[in-house]
């Protein structure tokens, strides 16, 4: 377990203080709270974050020139998303939301399937054998519910292993949430719910949306600790994480997490527009707590981090982003009729009738 954190104090009541390992000039805070991690890890840990915003821009870019669909940009909340995936291992079963590719790649999925998850291609949900994890969750906290029962299975089997799911902080409104975390605490099953509070559902600020004065306080109802961590530090998210993982494991059920973020774009690029209910200098404020800027200040500071190997690492990241962007536009566009084939398992004879039309349409 990560040092200093000790997960039964956030039991019972609920807890305002939160957690923090590297302040916004990249300097420790609190020795005591660092995670046992090497530093061959944190240069991991960066350059994974760095990916990420490379994959952010890229994808913008790629969804601006009609050759990807939907996607919700993540730049800005690389610590929250993977900081805290860093922290899980293989095994352990990964519930994403929309928002969450970078983990789910990360985790393992082929990079050129998450384009054409992105693309609406039945290809993008077809998973490797070894990869334990769902297709990203369109309805907002229903991922909640689905890491509980993948949780409960977890605990049936005896594995040493967690479910874990990412929502926002508009999905801590949805009753699927409190669902999710009510079952999963009821049976002591072992999960690590994350929520990245990024300030805004949509357009909806948080503060709208519930008046609690922390969303990791909600935790309380369900029995089960419940933590608030500095979303824009990798390394305060890495001990958290790591630490509710290592909770969860050894049986003592699971842990709600808030992570305090912010998302630098829209919503996502389908029309949402940020400067409509944001102000420039609340996006400055953030901007100048970016995750990448305090993590690079750290290890610059260590001699493990330098200009020459992000500009070699940010050239072969984008090689990777072509390369599976090639691989995604070889696999053939689906047909009318095999949209309508994959809809049922059983086929009604009126869809059966639609499906004769387009193929011999199709044939032509």
């Known amino acids: ?61 790629l969804n601006r020139q009609g050759r990807l669909g939907f996607f919700a940009p993540t730049a800005g909340e690389e610590a929250s998303q993977i900081g805290s995936n860093f922290a899980m291992e293989k095994e352990d079963f990964l519930l994403p939301a929309y928002r969450d590719v970078p983990q789910l790649v990360q985790h393992g999925l082929p990079l050129y ?15 490797p054998e070894d990869l334990h994890a769902l297709p990203p969750q369109i309805i907002i906290g229903a991922q909640y519910v689905e890491a509980a029962g993948v949780a409960l299975g977890l605990q049936k089997k005896g594995a040493k292993n967690v479910a874990y799911t990412y929502t926002g902080d508009g999905g801590t409104s949805q009753g699927d949430f409190y669902e999710g975390i009510n079952f999963a605490g009821a049976f002591g099953s072992p999960a690590v719910f994350i929520v990245q509070n990024n300030g805004y559902a949509i357009s909806v600020p948080r503060a709208v949306q519930t008046n609690a ?6 935790a309380v109802a369900a029995g089960i600790p419940g933590v608030q ?51 420039a200098e609340e996006e400055t404020e953030w901007k100048e707590k970016d995750p990448l800027i305090r993590m690079r200040t750290y290890l610059d500071n260590k001699n493990l981090w330098s200009e020459e190997q992000e500009n070699d690492w940010i050239a072969e990241v984008n090689t990777q982003i072509d390369q599976a962007m090639e691989q995604t536009e070889k696999v053939p566009v689906q047909k009318v009729s095999e949209f309508l084939q994959n809809t049922f398992i059983n086929t009604p004879k009126s869809i059966q009738e639609q499906i004769d039309v387009y193929t011999a349409k199709e044939g032509k």
């Open 113 to 127: 399937k998450a384009f054409l998850w992105s693309r609406g291609h039945v290809e993008g949900n077809e998973y």
């Open 213 to 218: 004065k922390t969303l990791a306080q909600k």
């Open 1 to 61: 377990m990560a040092k200093g954190i000790d997960l039964k104090k956030y039991l019972g009541t609920p807890r305002t203080k939160t957690v923090s390992v590297l302040d916004s000039n990249g300097k420790i805070i609190d020795e005591g709270l660092f995670p046992e991690i090497s530093d061959k890890e944190l240069v991991e840990l960066f350059k994974q974050m760095v990916w990420s915003r490379v994959l952010n821009e890229r994808s913008t870019k």
């Open 229 to 279: 961590v500095d979303g824009m530090d990798a390394l305060a998210v890495y001990a958290v994480t790591k630490a509710a993982r290592d909770w969860a494991v050894a049986g003592n059920g699971p842990v709600l997490i808030e992570t305090l973020t912010y998302r630098f774009g829209p919503h996502t690029l389908s029309g949402d527009d940020p400067k409509r209910y944001r102000t």
